[in-house]
């Protein structure tokens, strides 16, 4: 089984400050990591995703995440927040790599909103 | 190209009626999911079909029915709504990429409200 804790249900940053979401994960195996982002009123972006290539993961809109196994941790970063940033950010686990359809799953943590201040 | 299209986008319901949450993908892909959300508790996972043909329960099914109509549309019915099934609902359709990363497209998003 997995699981994810998303440290934070709400963060707030200053405008070209330093972004970081924490997310902290649970696997019984070797997991794959993503994280989607939520703008309001619409579904779910994948923003990036580890799959064991690399432990640093760059993503789409300047975010980038380290995967860190002895941590077992994988928190979101982005060097200067812009106020198009402000969203809900879900950090979500599956194992891997596995065949069965149960295995593939998402496990989603209860997601972070991160509000940028001007 | 369209992606994930989800109809309706808003329902409300009175307690005890029934409705099916319509979903649609062009994608090709194989597997599909329906997710519900609600304040402070992420995203869970209803029901999921692995293929064409098949469905299982996730973490949540009770009082919900899914059906596979065919490999693009994958419907959500609930039979006899309660004010507990209040809430946003999420289909999704995914692709096993080569890496063996499960990479799920969202829909939009249905909103229901149950009186």
């Known amino acids: 089984a997995q699981s994810v804790t998303q440290l934070g249900s709400h963060v707030s940053v200053s405008e070209g400050a330093l972004v970081l979401l924490r997310c902290n994960y649970s696997?019984?195996?070797?997991?794959?990591l993503f994280w989607y982002v939520q703008y309001p009123n619409q579904g779910l972006q994948l923003l990036l995703k580890y799959t064991s290539a690399a432990t640093l993961v760059k993503g789409i809109n300047g975010f980038e995440a380290e995967f860190k196994k002895s941590e077992t941790s994988f928190h979101l970063t982005k060097p200067s927040a812009h106020m198009s940033d402000a969203a809900e950010y879900f950090c979500a686990v599956s194992l891997g790599p596995v065949n069965s359809g149960s295995a593939r799953q998402l496990t989603f943590g209860s997601g972070t909103q991160l509000t940028v201040l001007p | 190209n369209a992606g994930v299209t989800q109809t309706p986008k808003f329902q409300v319901l009175k307690t005890g009626q029934s409705m099916t949450l319509q979903c649609a993908q062009d994608?090709?892909?194989?597997?599909m999911y329906w997710y519900r959300q609600d304040p402070g508790m992420g995203l869970r996972l209803i029901y999921y079909s692995a293929s064409e043909g098949t469905t299982d329960k996730g973490e949540v099914p009770n009082g919900y029915n899914v059906s596979r109509l065919n490999k693009r549309e994958f419907s959500l019915r609930l039979e006899s709504a309660a004010p507990s099934q209040t809430s946003v609902y999420f289909c999704?359709?995914?692709?096993?990429?080569?890496?063996?990363?499960?990479?799920?497209?969202f829909g939009a998003g249905s909103r229901l409200t149950v009186l």
């Open positions: 994608m090709n892909h194989n597997s």
């Open positions: 696997s019984s195996v070797p997991p794959y």
């Open positions: 999704a359709s995914s692709v096993l990429q080569l890496s063996g990363a499960n990479v799920l497209t």
